[in-house]
DNA sequence: AACCAAGTCAACCGCATTCAG
DNA sequence: CCTGAATGCGGTTGACTTGGT
């Protein structure tokens, strides 16, 4: 036995949405919001239409501050980058682009993006790229997958969701409050590494939180290979521009004071973490829902 | 002008997850 | 806790548009 349809599939009108259809659903939920019950909607308003379908009318086209086309430069670089770090999840891509809807970018991704960057890539890299896409599509990758094997078919950009700090000794959270900042860093630590690079490196992290954020939450993290950078130290001051990850840790086994580290494989293993953790509630903070 | 292929994108479908009783 | 309904999501479809011949 078959699931049971959500909706009298024989007594309800498919196909593109008329403009009184889009009106009649427009004022009745400019007046009286969706009530929590896109199945009842349609009944109330006399659309033939399923109650899914209402929802994806107003969610996509009808809702205020929806954006259609045209996408920029820096929208192109946020969706590639996230697509690198957690594929396609568009949702959650949708999230990080104020007015975008996850169908339209998936429509974007797939219809011209994609081929975009492929495009790019094959000019600056003679070709072999094309191969090494077709090669990822065939291995139906994963973001985990994605995060520990890091072929860059596009170029790896920083997306900034929300600040993060990595702390296993909760050090100086309240001096962290520099708004102009978008990595909201101040401490009177040292912070200045003395290595560059941490390869074959793990680590457990008491902490991870976004600024913004009071709770603490535990997670693990196995580091693998990755390479840190270290802010500069510019007249005696330390310089964070380009820096996009705060490493707080400070003593204990692997000793490794004040590293900074890359934002997109911390952000890989953040989203691996969550999914794998089903933790929603956390998603949240991170601009993720 | 007519035809065809490729591209675009709105909308549908079914599955997974969440929620409410 | 269990169950069924509602919702959310991503893959896919197919109508329509555009460009080439």
Redesign the pocket.
């Known amino acids: 036995m078959?699931?049971?349809?959500?909706c009298d599939?024989a007594n309800?009108?498919?196909?593109?949405?008329s403009p009184e259809e889009d009106a009649k659903l427009k004022s009745y939920i400019d007046h009286h919001g969706?009530?929590?019950?896109?199945?009842?909607?349609p009944h109330k308003i006399g659309l033939k239409?399923?109650?899914?379908?209402c929802?994806?009318?107003w969610?996509?086209?009808l809702r205020p501050n929806i954006k259609?086309?045209g996408f920029s430069e820096e929208e192109d670089n946020v969706i590639c980058s996230l697509f690198l770090n957690i594929?396609?999840?568009?949702?959650?891509?949708?999230?990080q682009l104020p007015g975008r809807?996850?169908?339209?970018i998936?429509?974007?991704w797939?219809?011209?993006l994609k081929?975009k960057l492929i495009a790019k890539q094959q000019k600056e890299q003679g070709g072999s790229v094309f191969k090494q896409e077709m090669k990822r599509e065939s291995e139906n990758f994963t973001a985990s997958e994605a995060a520990v094997n890091p072929i860059l078919y596009w170029p790896e950009v920083p997306v900034p969701i929300a600040p993060l700090f990595l702390d296993d000794h909760q050090q100086a959270k309240t001096n962290r409050t520099n708004p102009g900042h978008p990595f909201d860093i101040s401490t009177t630590q040292n912070r200045f590494a003395t290595s560059n690079s941490m390869n074959s490196a793990s680590g457990t992290y008491s902490e991870l939180l976004p600024n913004t954020f009071d709770g603490f939450k535990n997670y693990t993290i196995e580091l693998g290979e990755i390479v840190y950078n270290t802010p500069r130290e510019v007249d005696g001051l330390e310089d964070f521009s380009g820096v996009e990850m705060v490493n707080y840790g400070s003593s204990g086994s692997g000793t490794r004071s004040g590293e900074s580290t890359n934002w997109g494989d911390i952000k890989s293993l953040v989203y691996s973490s969550m999914v794998s953790n089903?933790d929603?509630e956390d998603s949240k903070y991170f601009g993720l829902?």
């Open positions: 078959g699931r049971a349809p959500c599939k309800v009108k498919k196909g593109p949405w969706t009530g929590g019950n896109w199945i009842a909607l239409r399923c109650g899914k379908s929802r994806l009318r969610l996509n086209y259609h086309g594929g396609s999840r568009w949702s959650i891509i949708a999230a809807t996850d169908n339209d998936k429509n974007y797939n219809t011209k081929k089903n929603a829902q």
